[in-house]
């Protein structure tokens, strides 16, 4: 009944939630290339409200192949990386592994079925606001709740396999029939506050929802992410921003991952936030011109930042 | 036949064409709101290709009722002290005193018109690429012509005359029988170059129109305010950007004047040069929602900054 699970990619989000696992009492094995001397020593420090807890004697590898076959594989690199999964996934495949991306954006699942096929790709949305802030610690700020769902196909017994393993480590989780559509859901969030994060001068959420022109921008966002999604064929509220806003007016201000990355002189995520939607949309009739425009902003302050 | 004239804001653009009037041997007398000394002793110096003189003896002033009336009153501070006209100019009016303004954007000889007089008001289009370096220095790094214009109506005899004593002054100058058309031409070129020289990090000319993300971007912000001028009412064919692009390909790199006003930490000229344009645009019903986004972007950085 218990899975094999290894996570590939120990960056905020994989840390936590294979940490949250292997506290629940699951098998999981994490690759974090790098020094491991440190997360042997102390294992992985979880804080934020309402938990704070250590899990020691993490499994932890420099190399997948040392893992070995899974049940359950975690991808929650950076989307930028995403090249490198090509070599880092084939040792922990068997027959029927699953591959569940984690990651922010669109073509994901796309890319990962292109390679190890179609049905072994679960997808998830992370709604969540965590950072790590050194190797062996993540701080979670907030979060509502982890949506798993199947690429391309209604939900199956093995999905809900899955969220029950989240579920028994005390996330909370649903099962979606859609991924599809809740990826298109979580972009609603992520367009307008990863972008306006760096492109609005290196702020974080509660800046841009407290500034007049910024609301305004970020609603003329949200809305082009819900005609363009509905343009793609889904079905979104046209009022399917209202939640985003509230939640995030309810939280106090966080750096989303954009930041984080930016901040930090990692590559930013701008094809899978910004540049497939745009994509998607156009190929579909639909232009999403705020988007874009943060899309190429982002390309060229990123390519310009590498250049020099 | 010489016309006695005022220059109201002596930042770059108010500088180089009274300089250039004065050296040509007009009558001109500088409004500087500041300290003279500087400009008593050293006079004005402007250099640029192909030209490299001085003016001495000066007629500098605090105040417009030291000057008192004149022919021909030329508004070049910024569009962001327009309030501040409201009582400078009264000094400087007899019955039939031009006020011409040289200022960026739109909505300045309206402003004049309500005050003054729409009788008065003419406008003019300053294809020059300028810098202030100090108070008595400006360099002049290209130009192509000052396109002068009646307000609201066809030229008359004294738009000839005004445009006559620029040419006299070696100012390359010519006369619009439709100065909001030019008005909207010239925003084909501030709008994309002056926005994104902030928006995309503090760029000059050439690192927007060398960046393929940039140059794309600007190409589909000049299509913007084409599309709106037409929606306006004016006849800018659609590919009236081109001009624009030949130019500044020719040019070396230089500062938009929003750079160089957001260097100094001066207010940005928002208005005029975005919010503007982009409410006309929406009473005649076109969106600019790119233009909108670098309206907004640049109100909050500004507001931003002068919170602090």
């Not at 997948?64 to 049940?71: A, L, R």
């Not at 800046?207 to 064929?233: P, Y």
Request: aromatic share 6%.
């Amino acid at each position: 009944m218990s899975l094999r699970i290894s996570i590939v990619g120990s960056g905020a989000i994989g840390t936590y939630y294979g940490a949250k696992l292997a506290h629940g009492g699951s098998d999981v094995h994490f690759l974090m290339r790098g020094d491991l001397t440190e997360v042997r020593r102390e294992g992985i420090l979880v804080r934020g409200e309402g938990e704070n807890f250590r899990v020691s004697n993490v499994n932890c590898y420099n190399f997948t192949n040392e893992i070995g076959p899974c049940d359950l594989v975690i991808v929650s690199i950076k989307t930028t990386s995403n090249g490198d999964l090509v070599d880092l996934i084939p040792p922990l495949l068997h027959e029927r592994t699953m591959v569940l991306t984690l990651q922010n954006g669109l073509g994901n699942e796309e890319f990962l079925a292109s390679h190890f096929g179609a049905d072994r790709v679960l997808g998830g949305l992370c709604f969540i606001a965590v950072e790590r802030h050194s190797k062996p610690e993540v701080e979670r700020y907030a979060y509502g709740q982890l949506i798993l769902g199947e690429f391309g196909r209604p939900s199956l017994p093995r999905t809900r396999e899955v969220a029950a393993e989240f579920t028994r480590a005390n996330v909370r989780c649903t099962v979606t029939e859609d991924l599809a559509l809740e990826r298109w859901r979580k972009l609603i969030w992520n367009v307008p506050f990863n972008g306006l994060s760096i492109v609005a001068g290196e702020i974080d959420t509660a800046a841009i929802i407290n500034d007049e022109n910024l609301r305004h921008l970020t609603l003329a966002l949200m809305s082009e992410v819900i005609a363009a999604a509905n343009k793609c064929g889904h079905s979104l509220p046209s009022d399917a921003w209202r939640k985003h806003i509230e939640r995030t007016e309810s939280m106090s201000g966080y750096k989303p991952s954009t930041l984080s990355d930016w901040a930090a002189g990692r590559t930013l995520e701008t094809e899978a936030i910004w540049g497939e939607p745009v994509r998607r949309a156009a190929a579909a009739g639909a232009q999403m011109p705020r988007t874009e425009m943060i899309y190429l902003l982002l390309k060229e302050l990123d390519e310009r930042r590498r250049s020099r």
